[in-house]
Nanobody, 125 residues
Framework: QVQLVESGGGLVQAGGSLRLSCAAS????????MGWFRQAPGKERAIVTAINWSGGSTYYADSVKGRFTISRDNAKNMVYLQMNSLKPEDTAVYYC??????????????????WGQGTQVTVSS
C-alpha cells in the first residue's frame, strides 16, 4: 500500500480558493491512479475528482466541473486539488486516495485501497 497525507484545508469565504496537497510514500507512486473524495456531515463519502497514473486522463463530478482542477507530479509523489469559486456546499472533509490500478475505470470507494486521514474544508457564506 501507499501512505497518503493531505494538507491545505481550512476556512474560506464563498467565492474563494484553496489548494489541497497530498503527499504519497511507500510504493511507486506512478503505479496508482489517484482521487479526491469528500464527506459532509450526515452524507456518504463521494468521489470529487480523479486522475490516472500519467495525468493524461481526469474525471470530475458534475458539481465541481469548471471550478476544481486535479493534477499530479510523479517526480515529487504529489497530487493536488485546486479549488476555485468555492461554495458553502463544498464544505466537507476531503480525502486523498490511491486507486488499486493506474486507470480510472471504476471510481467507487471500494476501488481505492489507500486513504489519507482527511483535511477539513469549510466554506462560509
Amino acid at each position: 500500500q501507499v501512505q497518503l497525507v493531505e494538507s491545505g484545508g481550512g476556512l474560506v469565504q464563498a467565492g474563494g480558493s484553496l489548494r489541497l496537497s497530498c503527499a504519497a510514500s511507500g510504493r511507486t507512486f506512478s503505479n496508482y491512479a489517484m482521487g479526491w473524495f469528500r464527506q459532509a456531515p450526515g452524507k456518504e463519502r463521494a468521489i470529487v475528482t480523479a486522475i490516472n497514473w500519467s495525468g493524461g486522463s481526469t474525471y470530475y463530478a458534475d458539481s465541481v466541473k469548471g471550478r476544481f482542477t486535479i493534477s499530479r507530479d510523479n517526480a515529487k509523489n504529489m497530487v493536488y486539488l485546486q479549488m476555485n469559486s468555492l461554495k458553502p456546499e463544498d464544505t466537507a472533509v476531503y480525502y486523498c486516495a490511491a486507486k488499486r490500478s493506474q486507470l480510472l475505470l471504476g471510481l467507487l470507494t471500494s476501488d481505492f485501497g489507500s486513504w489519507g486521514q482527511g483535511t477539513q474544508v469549510t466554506v462560509s457564506s
